[in-house]
């Protein structure tokens, strides 16, 4: 159901976070709380996200308003090197996730990153924190530029990406459709069905190629006459159930 950088909101505090990482074996997720200076991960089984959500308490956000914007095209090359300078430290502490997001162990790790790096341990922090707080890429670790837009706002398209909807027949061949493919039209269509009280094939397809396919050239996204066909083919459209309002819920309760 959830996936690494899902960002869920809770409806009474406004409370958000980020999922930044997903333990299946032990039913656990590591997550990051949104908007404060000083959070640090921290884990929570995965039943609790899902009842939260299923329970109407909190829900999946389409879309994440705290993700890093784009690069612009004529970046200053100071900030470049500012990038990866943040980037070559936070790059050698994610390799050890999930063992990262261990208090103990993150401690220790900090400790011996700033010192190889002549740096202090707060620097390295704010640069884990900034990385897991603006989405988890690279760009998230670029300094502020102008025009970027206000942190914690929903940002809209960006020009010339296209978004949704599907190519015209004849464009793009679109690629191959293969088991992996296959599980992931499952999952966007299990995730659509979380947010949404009615499925639509358009809108989990837009879905998906929002958060499974975001900047991929046409011909590495599956087109939606390919969704459609193995929706139908695996019967999967079908075969997953909606989720029930808060009222239905309820009203299934027995009497006391």
């Known amino acids: 159901m959830f996936l ?47 009842d939260e959500i299923l329970g109407g308490r909190a829900q999946l956000l389409l879309q994440d308003p705290y993700a890093a914007p784009p690069a612009p095209k004529l970046l200053p090359q100071k900030h470049r090197d500012l990038q990866a300078r943040a980037w070559a430290i936070v790059s050698s502490l994610q390799a050890a996730v999930p063992a990262l997001y261990e208090p103990g162990a993150r401690a220790a790790m900090v400790a011996q990153c700033a010192a190889a790096h002549g740096m202090s ?35 809209g398209a960006n020009e010339g990406v296209k978004r949704g909807r599907p190519r015209k027949a004849g464009q793009h061949p679109g ?9 992931t039209f499952r999952t966007a269509v299990t995730r659509y069905r979380v947010t949404h009280p009615a499925f639509s094939r358009r809108g989990a397809y837009r879905q998906m190629l929002d958060e499974f ?14 969704f ?14 909606r989720v029930p309002s808060a009222a239905a819920h309820h009203a299934a309760q027995p009497a006391a």
């Open 4 to 50: 690494p950088n899902d960002v869920i909101q809770y409806a009474d505090t406004g409370r958000t976070i980020r999922v930044l990482w997903i333990d299946r074996p032990r039913g656990l997720a590591y997550i990051f709380e949104l908007g404060q200076g000083h959070a640090q991960p921290r884990s929570v089984a995965l039943q609790a996200l899902a």
């Open 121 to 155: 341990r707060p620097s390295v922090l704010r640069y884990l924190r900034r990385f897991w707080e603006r989405g988890q890429t690279p760009d998230a670790l670029l300094p502020d530029y102008g025009n970027s837009g206000a942190r914690g706002k929903t940002r």
């Open 175 to 183: 690629l191959n459709i293969d088991a992996e493919t296959r599980a």
């Open 213 to 226: 396919y975001r900047g991929l050239e046409p011909g590495a996204v599956p087109s939606f006459g390919q």
């Open 228 to 241: 459609s066909y193995w929706l139908d083919k695996d019967g999967t459209a079908g075969s997953v159930p």
